[in-house]
């Protein structure tokens, strides 16, 4: 069980979107439509962003979507803000009631 | 409003044993979903400990499994996590949350240090 692939950072001016990817393999994000998005601001526990590929919890900003293709999932932001400086993560299931976190992606708003 | 709080000891030393409790309110443990543990390392990702699902049935990291211990407790609404033979490599913040189909409620993390 490896840890899902994510960019170590990204980085856009408010205003623009950006887009992280998540890559794992056909055991995991490939095989379920179970993949999740974490946002984690410094010294906070990770806050729920988006689940099942691309359903937003209520309360959070329709700025924020998610995707899948493959072994691959993404999640956009659009409108970057300021607010939205951050750490993120992806998670899949894995199967037998198993779970595994993606690397981690710092968000940098210029 | 589902509220998740860990407790236990911030240090302990190598090949000893963490012992770390997560206290659940808002929300009976026995009425369904998972319950798991994530730790953090500093400065590092986060990692996926295991799951106690309510009926007691447990699935553990395969790289943690010879270690892990989760377990439940209804009657106080809680479920508790052990790590046995610690080294400095499990020093990091643990973090209780509630599964299903993602981890949706998380408690507030708790830093456990692994020194002598």
């Known amino acids: 069980q490896s840890a899902l692939t994510q960019p170590a950072s990204v980085s856009g001016s408010p205003g623009q979107s950006i887009t992280i990817s998540c890559t794992g393999t056909s055991s995991d994000v490939g095989s379920y439509n179970l993949v999740s998005w974490y946002q984690q601001h410094p010294g906070k526990a990770p806050k729920l962003m988006i689940y099942?590929?691309?359903k937003r919890p209520s309360g959070v900003s329709n700025r924020f979507s998610g995707s899948k293709s493959g072994n691959t999932a993404s999640l956009t932001i659009s409108g970057l803000q300021a607010e939205d400086e951050a750490d993120y993560y992806c998670?899949?299931?894995?199967?037998?009631?198993?779970?595994?976190f993606g690397t981690g992606t710092k968000v940098t708003v210029l | 409003q589902v509220q998740l709080q860990e407790s236990g000891p911030g240090l302990v030393k190598p090949s000893e044993t963490l012992s770390l409790t997560c206290a659940v309110s808002g929300y009976s443990i026995s009425s369904g979903y998972y319950w798991g543990w994530i730790r953090q390392p500093p400065g590092k990702g986060l990692e996926w400990i295991g799951s106690i699902y309510h009926s007691g049935s447990t699935y553990y990291n395969p790289s943690l499994k010879s270690r892990v211990t989760i377990s439940v407790d209804t009657s106080k609404n809680q479920f508790s996590l052990k790590l046995s033979s610690v080294t400095a490599a499990d020093t990091a913040v643990y973090y209780c949350?509630?599964?299903?189909?993602?981890?949706?409620?998380w408690g507030q993390g708790t830093l456990v240090t692994v020194s002598s």
């Open positions: 998670c899949s299931y894995a199967g037998s009631s198993t779970w595994v």
């Open positions: 099942e590929v691309s």
């Open positions: 949350a509630r599964g299903g189909s993602s981890w949706a409620e």
